[in-house]
């Protein structure tokens, strides 16, 4: 029997900027670590009213503004 790990998703701003907490990358690695590697990760919106998944499409790279890098 495999495992299903659901990601709450917040909805606390219609922007970045009014969004006051959120995970960095290395700390999302780590907190995945303490689950099976073959667990599946679904999104779940609205107290389980839809649901989403995450596929590498999923992903997209931005620069905050005013970064340099």
Same mark, same amino acid.
């Not at 606390?12 to 990358?25: A, D, K, P």
């Not at 499409?57 to 890098?69: K, N, P, T, V």
């Given at each position: 029997?495999? *495992?299903?790990?659901?990601?709450?998703?917040?909805?606390? %701003? +219609? *922007?970045?900027? #009014?969004?006051?907490?959120?995970? &960095?990358?290395?700390?999302?690695?780590?907190? $995945?670590? #303490?689950?099976?590697?073959?667990?599946?990760? +679904? $999104?779940?919106? =609205?107290?389980? +009213? &839809?649901?989403? %998944?995450?596929?590498?499409? *999923?992903?997209?790279? +931005?620069?905050?503004?005013?970064? =340099?890098?």
């Amino acid at each position: 029997m495999s *495992s299903i790990i659901y990601i709450d998703a917040d909805r606390s %701003g +219609y *922007s970045t900027g #009014q969004v006051s907490n959120t995970m &960095t990358i290395g700390e999302l690695v780590n907190y $995945l670590e #303490q689950f099976d590697e073959g667990a599946k990760v +679904y $999104l779940r919106h =609205d107290n389980g +009213y &839809t649901y989403g %998944g995450i596929t590498e499409r *999923s992903f997209e790279e +931005y620069s905050e503004e005013g970064d =340099d890098e």
